[in-house]
């Protein structure tokens, strides 16, 4: 009867393979299926004042376009024939002057860039963007 109460046991063994086989898979799925976007920001740079009230242009040139897409230069409906004007006299006296275009959430995405083109066209590359 001693050689039946003293039956060994088998050590107790961990397969690693098929766990390994599930997570390579898992690990692929994962990597096929997520969605890589692309962040992109905008580099925006604030212009240096080193002397405040001194320059004989405004420290800004600020235009607003509404829902309808009317373009308002300081508080003025222009057309954008007149705004390509003003903007060339301001550019003559320098480049670096900052432009913040404010516009409507509900802007045609034309007129804006309408705007950014005239003010790149006289070379003003300041540009800030500022939306409702």
Do not use: W
């Not at 990597?31 to 405040?52: G, R």
């Not at 309808?68 to 007149?82: K, M, S």
């Amino acid at each position: 009867m001693s050689s039946l109460l003293t039956r060994r046991r088998s050590k107790a063994a961990i397969n690693i393979i098929p766990l390994m086989d599930v997570l390579t898979i898992l690990i692929f799925f994962f990597l096929v299926s997520m969605q890589f976007k692309e962040m992109t920001t905008l580099n925006l740079t604030l212009p240096d004042i080193e002397s405040a009230g001194k320059n004989e242009f405004p420290d800004k040139i600020q235009i607003t376009i509404d829902e309808r897409g009317a373009v308002y230069l300081e508080n003025q409906e222009v057309q954008i024939e007149e705004l390509q004007a003003v903007i060339s006299r301001l550019s003559d006296l320098s480049n670096e002057i900052p432009v913040l275009i404010r516009a409507h959430n509900l802007t045609p995405l034309e007129q804006v860039t309408n705007v950014m083109d005239a003010c790149r066209l006289n070379g003003l590359s300041k540009i800030r963007l500022q939306s409702r």
